[in-house]
């Protein structure tokens, strides 16, 4: 299976959720997709991720450019300005609830990571468990 966590402006929503998915998605293939490109791992999430004991092992990152539509799921897990991106996908589901951490401190990033983590493991339950 291979799914996409995207998020249009900074990619830090998709580096959690895809860090967050692949602890319930372990033989998927899971790329965190922003719009920005050349955009590196965001450290304060990777940081909030390993207090959690979520591994970052293995992020695949890129951008709205070079993203692999040939995806299961596509999951927009963040809109910024200019609204949702287009992607496409078997099955696009659009979680545009979830603020933007980045440039926040990292009690903004520890509440993105815990609406990722339970909309995630909601997701898992009512579709593959």
Not at 8 to 35: C, H, M, P, W
Not at 93 to 118: S, T, V
């Amino acid at each position: 299976m291979k799914m996409a966590y995207v998020c249009n402006g900074s990619s830090t929503r998709a580096q959690l959720a895809a860090s967050i998915a692949g602890e319930y998605f372990k033989d998927a293939e899971i790329v965190a997709v922003g719009s920005i490109e050349g955009e590196e791992a965001d450290e304060t999430a990777m940081k909030i991720l390993e207090e959690d004991g979520i591994s970052t092992e293995g992020l695949k990152l890129t951008n709205l450019f070079e993203m692999d539509f040939d995806m299961n799921y596509a999951i927009v897990v963040g809109c910024d300005e200019g609204g949702c991106p287009l992607v496409f996908a078997d099955k696009v589901i659009e979680w545009d609830f979830i603020e933007n951490p980045k440039g926040q401190d990292e009690a903004a990033y520890r509440k993105a990571k815990d609406q990722l983590k339970e909309e995630i493991k909601k997701f898992y339950m009512e579709n593959f468990a």
